[in-house]
């Protein structure tokens, strides 16, 4: 009799338990690899072979690797991801243990070191090439009965290989934008300044230089571009730092910028730019000029100054 | 005379004020966006080897000897910055239940999105669904068109879907680095749909600064009284990259 009551005890716990456990089904994926992003000059012939990181750190999960090609889609660094492989570029993998397109497990909280082999057939023409090595996880088992929407990560490095039998590249930029996006502000405004450069040429370019500002005062600031990358026949905006950062919960930041100046401004003042692309690179320049005035303060003083008035007036009339 | 005396004292106060504050001409900054301020960071660091490949964490010219012997160059992470940062990307649940869907009685469930990038900054995620919501012999619950007239949304264009008759398959966002049409938690999208060749659609993206940056994916569907019942099933995938 004992024992018949142990085994209902055991029975109706372990059956509740399995039905109502059946939802418990949320799954974390957290993936990490490194380095993000890899730059390769080569000659038509030659192989690298890169190692990444590839780190899961939710719960345990199948992974895919594959690499897909890739272009610019504005000017902000934004990319778009080819659906198809394309390119005479080569990758495979040098780890004996995994192939691209072949899933493989990787526990929770532990890493899989990715060799990949790099490979540039002879008599490719000269040109860049822009790939991304793309980690994808399988999706969760649906389940049965209920409506349900499963989600896969894909997290990727890109890849930008500039293959040139003579090490030279091509360099062919010119500024398409440099612009404070209005002439007169107030004086106590941030000024945003957009600077956007066209590449022209058929390999990718990075700009150095610097952003000026002079005041008619004699005051002089500089901003030192950051030195990202412009990809082949494409545009980029520029940054500069230091920045001062727009509060965007303002919803001031609705369009993007490449510097924002802060401070107290007054009268006239020239913003010049200067950007080479490595030695022996031509050297561009633009300008453009904006004016503050203190137009808040000036305000508020008269605004006082008529209330004071109307005050005493009122006072002297009583 | 009294008059004159309160002009006189407002003037006091106020012209010295303007004129304290002119001097201050030089460009004051709040903070700066990026932890190198130079460009010119050749000198910090070297030059990782082994037999196999070479690695550059700084930037530099193309070495026209080293290209010359060994016929590549290769350089790892972000040239403008110090060190190599990982780029890191979470997805709290992968499996977005809505239970049993009730005709005319809106489902939604949620995950968060994160991205952890040091202060290497540019990055975005995209998401695309690999077919309809649908059930094994193909019933589909349609990509949702919000509540239509005006309020017609699109897969790049996030508008009011309140309505309990407006039926189909959607997602809003709220959180860090959203795109700006998902203006209040009433805002959806049909996802872009890869059987008909749609392109991704970006959900996060940052120019700026980024570090564990976090947003809310709020998945919602809603079947008319005519929908027939059944387990509507899709997969969505959501790549994230970082910039170059």
């Given at each position: 009799m004992k024992l018949k009551k142990i085994v209902l005890i055991i029975m109706f716990f372990t059956i509740h338990y399995s039905l109502f456990t059946?939802?418990?089904?949320a799954q974390q994926v957290s993936l990490s690899l490194s380095p993000p992003l890899i730059e390769l000059f080569i000659k038509p012939g030659k192989a690298v072979m890169v190692a990444y990181k590839l780190e899961n750190l939710g719960d345990p999960t199948f992974l895919n690797l594959k690499i897909l090609p890739f272009e610019a889609k504005d000017s902000l660094g934004n990319i778009r991801i080819k659906s198809e492989f394309e390119g005479p570029v080569r990758f495979s993998l040098d780890n004996s243990e995994l192939s691209l397109g072949k899933p493989f497990f990787l526990k929770t909280n532990s890493s899989q070191q990715i060799l990949l082999r790099i490979r540039i057939p002879e008599n490719i023409t000269d040109g860049d090439y822009y790939y991304s090595l793309l980690a994808e996880t399988n999706p969760p088992t649906a389940i049965e009965g209920v409506g349900s929407a499963r989600t896969k990560a894909t997290i990727g490095s890109n890849i930008l290989v500039t293959i040139s039998n003579s090490g030279n590249v091509d360099i062919n930029p010119k500024i398409t934008l440099f612009s404070t996006l209005g002439k007169v502000f107030d004086s106590s405004d941030k000024i945003p300044v957009v600077l956007t450069v066209v590449n022209k040429g058929k390999n990718m370019i990075k700009p150095e230089g610097q952003i000026s500002l002079k005041g008619n005062f004699g005051e002089t600031s500089k901003y030192d571009i950051i030195s990202k990358n412009i990809l082949a026949q494409s545009e980029r905006m520029i940054e500069a730092t230091p920045s001062s950062l727009m509060d965007c919960r303002e919803r001031k930041c609705l369009f993007p910028t490449s510097l924002f100046l802060s401070g107290f401004f007054i009268g006239k003042y020239n913003l010049s730019t200067q950007i080479k692309f490595g030695e022996n690179s031509p050297t561009i320049f633009a300008s453009t000029i904006f004016y503050a005035f203190p137009f808040k303060i000036v305000a508020g003083i008269l605004i006082t100054v008529i209330i004071v008035i109307i005050i005493i007036k009122r006072n002297n009339q009583d | 005379m009294k008059l004159k005396n309160i002009i006189f004292a407002i003037l006091l106060l106020t012209i010295p004020y303007s004129l304290i504050t002119i001097h201050s001409f030089a460009v004051l900054m709040d903070s700066s966006q990026f932890k190198i301020e130079s460009a010119n960071v050749e000198i910090a660091g070297g030059n990782k080897s082994s037999t196999s490949y070479k690695l550059s964490d700084t930037v530099g010219q193309l070495a026209a000897g080293e290209y010359s012997s060994s016929g590549y160059v290769v350089k790892a992470g972000f040239?403008?910055?110090h060190s190599i940062i990982p780029f890191s990307f979470s997805i709290s649940n992968t499996n977005i239940a809505f239970g049993t869907l009730v005709p005319n009685i809106p489902s939604t469930a949620t995950t968060n999105l994160t991205i952890s990038f040091g202060n290497s900054g540019q990055y975005q995620v995209t998401a695309i669904e690999e077919g309809p919501l649908k059930t094994q012999p193909g019933v589909a619950v349609p990509d949702t068109t919000c509540d239509g007239g005006g309020n017609t949304c699109s897969e790049s264009l996030a508008k009011i879907w309140s309505s309990s008759s407006a039926y189909g398959f959607g997602y809003g966002m709220s959180g860090?680095?959203?795109?700006?049409?998902?203006?209040?938690?009433t805002y959806f999208r049909p996802f872009p749909d890869r059987t008909a060749s749609e392109p991704p659609a970006v959900v996060m993206t940052s120019t700026n600064v980024s570090k564990n940056r976090v947003s809310t994916v709020t998945f919602k569907a809603n079947i008319s009284a005519f929908q027939q019942s059944g387990s509507y099933q899709t997969v969505i995938n959501f790549v994230a990259t970082p910039s170059y």
């Open positions: 059946s939802h418990s089904l | 040239q403008y910055l860090d680095d959203i795109p700006a049409d998902f203006t209040d938690s």
